[in-house]
């Protein structure tokens, strides 16, 4: 069974830095675009970024230039780094491939920016 597992989420101030990290079979990572989404309360599930399995990457506008994806082959594990956070970056996020699985979508981490 596939799993993939969040993890790294927090509250954190404004302008602030996480980074989050998802664990996945390897079944499905070798082969496979990862991606992040987030959900923010009260609105639909948005993309935010993916990564080829060479390395090459693609971002939403809203995050370019702040977040930076990156993959860890060996571990089966893709990460988003977060820089400069805003109030609207929160939300709860996951990972999934892309396009997304509706059979992979995991509990999530919750990412909150507040003071």
């Known amino acids: 069974q596939v799993q993939l597992v969040e993890s790294g989420g927090g509250l954190v101030q404004p302008g602030g830095s996480l980074r989050l990290s998802c664990a996945t079979s390897?079944?499905?990572?070798?082969?496979?675009?990862m991606s992040w989404y987030r959900q923010a309360p009260g609105k639909q599930r948005e993309f935010v970024a993916f990564i080829t399995n060479d390395g090459s990457t693609y971002y939403a506008d809203s995050v370019k230039g702040r977040f930076t994806i990156s993959r860890d082959n060996a571990k089966n594990t893709v990460y988003l780094q977060m820089n400069s956070l805003k109030p609207e970056d929160t939300a709860v996020y996951y990972c999934?491939?892309?396009?997304?699985?509706?059979?992979?979508w995991g509990q999530g981490t919750q990412v909150t920016v507040s003071s």
């Open positions: 390897g079944s499905i990572f070798s082969l496979s675009i």
């Open positions: 999934n491939t892309w396009p997304p699985d509706p059979h992979y």
